[in-house]
């Protein structure tokens, strides 16, 4: 058996957490050095990575106390039968807390639902932490899956539950005095074989399916308290009240609670522990993008014995709401003002470390690149980040839509997807709810989330409306995304699409405000940079970074229209590449950018523009069907003449397209390479702003109005856009009357999509 020597213990302030931190500065097996294993691709991060110094910063902001002791480093594991007891023997050395199947944990071994995964390591507990009948904490910032922990040969606790934190209370475990103590950590993953949450995660990797996280791969840390603690907080802001609400949970007499802004002393009260305690924010500096302002708080509990316990904390004071706008059309609000709210899709995926960052610096240079590019939200997809991550968020005011991430053995969205409104097994069900309310107590006090989505694409979906309702319950404050993608079931409080082949817009709500949670996919294969050389996944290749550039801001010019249109937010997918997907701004290295920076922070930065009003003077195709006469065959004689005879031509309601590219939109099949349209519409007598046709295209394209005719920008439309309708042809229209619209097109690439409307555009009070 190999046995681990703690060479030195330190004391290490952690400024970014506050903390005075008591850390092992090394712990080495005794018959060599530490080293990665083999991969594919790594970060410049991983260089940094040491036995000597892995995550060493303070792993929980929200709560922060004063002493705590690191135990990331170098453990001891082994892979054995799931069902065999623990061994004697274990098989080398992993460095905590980087999963067993990653490169950073030195050993890169899948871990099989038939397995079980162990770990052991020996700490000391320093001897002012045994005085005053204080009690220590083991945390664990987060274990996939199912962990038994042991001290001493003692059973502390089970935790199931792969995203979360927990704690165990070991003092009744510890050897006396300053006797070497010693942990075991028993862990099962089941993986895509089980009922639990595991996100992307998978025994088997293809398309958007990653390699799984075994084990622990967040912060674990020793602290001491005291006999009456606290455990935590949960503290909601109100806006329009100026007011903020603190709940401290814990064992205690007395609370008092102190608010500062900088060195000022903002509000102070005092109440018991699990009552809310109101203090007034008078005149509140709000949070937002751009001007994130944090106010500090600090917690003391008074114990029934005379010891108190003490904490840090921070809030944001900002709201989140649904509004109607001067058009009439429902949005998404915050703090009083419409935001449109734009960004990336997030996998928190990495090469070397996959679900866990090699440093806290790597961690943060996603969330720099993607505010860096102009964006201003992250869409945390199917997975929760340390609580470090939504920190930064908190600190550089950046937009978080956070995904549950899904859970039981649902078919993946490329196969036969079952009734999204399954009912789970009971255990199955039980599961999914608690860890739901894990996520929402555990990340709930960060400003930097306005929206919970509890499920994604109808991925081990069940009783939409039910769980809609629980997540609202339990957090009132914040939207509701039921499903983002492909099922919806008319519930929560947005209507979330995904559009990758063709952006579309869903008609405006009541209700529900409209969001495209995903879109784009645009791919561009790096070499060099890629983590494996064959198979990659995108839906769009476009490998040369111009071509790839000049795609990405025609779909920003689209994303502007469906923002004049009634949309408030969108995601485009994504921030990085992973494993074999090739579809991010960034390579999975991290090292280079895929699409020019500059041209994507301009396009991004003119998505926010205030947004016209936009009034329909002719319908089109998208949402309801309007019929047009259409040939496939070129047409003899004056065919855009007002007073042509089309009565030979075949007739058909729109959108015409293939039906293989573009789906239900399409209700009369075009696979020819050519086609030419016509129809008849009457122009209102009076209406304000100026004429534009909103067109969605695929190949060079004319439209002809009342004889005058014009051409199309010949590049594909990836979605719809807005095209003046200016001299001639805004001359040519009659208002009041009947007008005729031809429309001739040519397909491009074999893609075939034509639909067109006409609107105004008035500027926005």
Known sequence: ???????????????????????????????????????????????????????????????????????????????????????????GDILVPFPVESALSGVKRRLGYTQRLW?????????????????????????????????????????????????????????????????VVSVWDGTDTGYQCRGKQTLTTEGVWYTASSGIWQTV????????????????????????????????????????????????DEGKPGEAIV????????????????????????????????????????????????????????????????????????PDGLYTPPTDAAMRYDVDATRDLGFNLIRKHVKIEPQRWYTYCDRVGMIVWQDMPNGDRFLNV?????????????????????????????????????????????????????????????????LVDSASGLVDRGTGEVNDVHHYLG??????????????????????????????????????????????TDAYVELTKNLQVMYARGLSGAVYTQTTDVEIEVNGHLTYDRALHKLHPEAVRAANRAVYAKPPIVTYLMAGSEHTPQTWRYTTKEPEGTWSAPDFDDGQWQEGPGVLGKLKHFGKRVRTEWQSEAIWLRRSFTLPEKFAGRPHLLVHHSGPCTVTINGVTTRLPEASTAGYRLVPVEGLLAAALRRGKSNSIVVHCRSSDQAHYVDIALVSLTERP
């Open 1 to 91: 058996m190999k046995r681990l020597t703690i060479l030195a213990i330190s004391f290490v302030l952690i400024v970014s957490g506050a903390a005075l931190c008591v850390t092992d500065s090394a712990v080495h097996a005794d018959d060599g050095k530490w080293q990665p294993a083999e991969s594919p691709l790594m970060t410049r991060w991983a260089k940094e990575v040491s036995p000597e110094s892995v995550w060493p910063e303070y792993p929980r902001p929200q709560l922060v106390r004063k002493s705590w002791q690191n135990l990331n480093g170098l453990w001891q594991y082994a892979i054995r039968k799931r069902e065999e007891p623990q061994p004697g023997e274990f098989d």
């Open 119 to 183: 770990y052991r390591r020996q700490f000391e507990v320093p001897s002012a932490w045994r005085k005053n009948d204080q009690r220590v904490l083991l945390n664990f910032g987060a274990v996939d899956w199912d962990a038994t922990v042991f001290v001493n040969g003692t059973k502390v606790g089970r935790h199931r539950g792969g995203y979360d934190p927990f704690t165990f209370d070991i003092t009744d475990a510890l050897r006396p005095g300053d006797a070497e103590q010693q942990i």
């Open 221 to 268: 840390w020793l602290e001491p308290v005291p006999a009456s603690y606290i455990e935590s907080l949960k503290i909601v802001p109100d806006v329009d009240r100026q007011q903020v609400a603190v709940t401290v949970k814990g064992r205690g007499e007395r609370v008092a609670i102190e608010v500062r802004d900088g060195d000022d002393l903002i509000a102070r």
């Open 279 to 350: 203090l007034p924010i008078t005149d509140p500096k709000l949070w937002g993008p751009g001007s994130p302002h944090l106010y500090d708080v600090v917690v003391t509990l008074a114990g029934d014995n005379g010891s108190q316990d003490r904490v840090e904390s921070y809030f944001g004071m900002r709201k989140i709401e649904l509004k109607k706008d001067a058009a009439g059309l429902l949005r998404i609000y915050l703090n009083d003002k419409m935001l449109f709210q734009y960004g990336l899709l997030d996998q928190g995926y990495w």
């Open 414 to 478: 490329f196969k036969p997807v079952p009734d999204p409104d399954l009912i789970r097994s009971p255990e199955s069900a039980r599961q999914f709810e608690l860890e739901l309310t894990r996520l929402i107590e555990s990340r709930g006090n960060h400003p930097c989330i306005v929206l919970w989505s509890p499920f994604n694409e109808g991925w081990g979906q069940y009783d939409t409306a039910r769980i809609t309702d629980l997540v609202k319950k339990l957090d009132p404050t914040r």
């Open 503 to 548: 952006q579309s817009f869903p008609l405006p709500e009541e209700k529900r405000a409209v969001v495209m949670g995903e879109f784009g996919g645009l791919g561009r294969r790096v070499p060099g940079h890629l983590w494996k050389n064959e198979k990659e996944w995108d839906y769009r290749r476009l490998d040369d970074i111009d071509e790839l």
